[in-house]
């Protein structure tokens, strides 16, 4: 099993910054990708941000220039610094890890339990 530990979000200013990590711990034979989900009242979950074990990311139009996705290999922690935050980024954050157990298991999903972020304007 594995088991994914958010930072606390918080509240923040329009135009200031927050940072999330997020911490993998359990069975862990390889760390293909973690990111980054939201989901604001009313709204679906949507990607926020990704990174692969290799450093490639992918990020929604909507972060571009203002959060960046960073990881920790050695730690199986990633990191969102999120910058000119504005009030549409409020939204409950959830860590997403795609995990192989082991060398014999396939790639699994899990998430973590969500971290609020508020923005006021």
């Known amino acids: 099993q594995v088991q994914l530990v958010e930072s606390e979000g918080g509240l923040v200013q329009a135009g200031g910054s927050l940072r999330l990590s997020c911490a993998a711990s359990?069975?862990?034979?390889?760390?293909?990708?973690m990111g980054w989900f939201r989901q604001a009242p009313g709204k679906q979950r949507e990607l926020v941000t990704t990174?692969?074990?290799?450093?490639?990311?992918i990020a929604d139009d909507a972060v571009k220039g203002r959060f960046i996705i960073s990881m920790d290999n050695a730690k199986n922690t990633v990191y969102l610094q999120m910058n000119s935050l504005k009030p549409e980024d409020t939204a409950i954050y959830y860590c997403?890890?795609?995990?192989?157990?082991?060398?014999?298991?396939?790639?699994?999903?899990?998430w973590g339990q969500g971290t609020q972020v508020t923005v006021s304007s």
């Open positions: 997403n890890a795609q995990v192989v157990p082991t060398a014999q298991s396939l790639v699994h999903q899990y």
């Open positions: 359990g069975t862990i034979f390889r760390l293909n990708l």
């Open positions: 990174i692969t074990s290799g450093g490639h990311t």
